[in-house]
């Protein structure tokens, strides 16, 4: 009989580990799958910021292509508006020129 209660305590204690071992194994193979998923969340946070950092970039140089083109065109405003007053100024030089080209009248007396 004391024999008897050895082996089912030895039973009990050998199902005991095996039990623990897998709990262990269960719980080891919980915990991996949690880093795994913990990964690939990050992983696709990373990304998420990467292609936000992108698309800002991507508006910012955009918006630097508006600009630059405004300040073309501006500057291409200025130029014209200085060549037409430049030939405004042309065309008033050639007036008032003929206007100086007829021949001077004096109207002074002759006193002797």
Not at 39 to 45: A, G, L, P, Q, V
Not at 52 to 68: F, G, N, V, W
């Amino acid at each position: 009989m004391l024999q008897d209660v050895a082996i089912q305590l030895q039973k009990e204690k050998l199902e005991n580990l095996s039990h623990a071992k897998l709990k262990e194994e269960e719980s080891r193979k919980q915990k991996e799958e949690l880093d795994r998923m913990i990964e690939e969340k990050k992983s696709k946070i990373e990304q998420e910021h990467l292609r936000a950092i992108l698309e800002q970039q991507q508006k910012e140089e955009e918006r630097y292509r508006e600009l630059e083109a405004l300040q073309q065109q501006k500057e291409e405003a200025i130029r014209l508006k200085k060549l037409e007053e430049e030939q405004q100024r042309a065309e008033q030089m050639k007036l008032l020129g003929k206007n100086k080209a007829r021949p001077k009248l004096s109207f002074a007396l002759g006193f002797k």
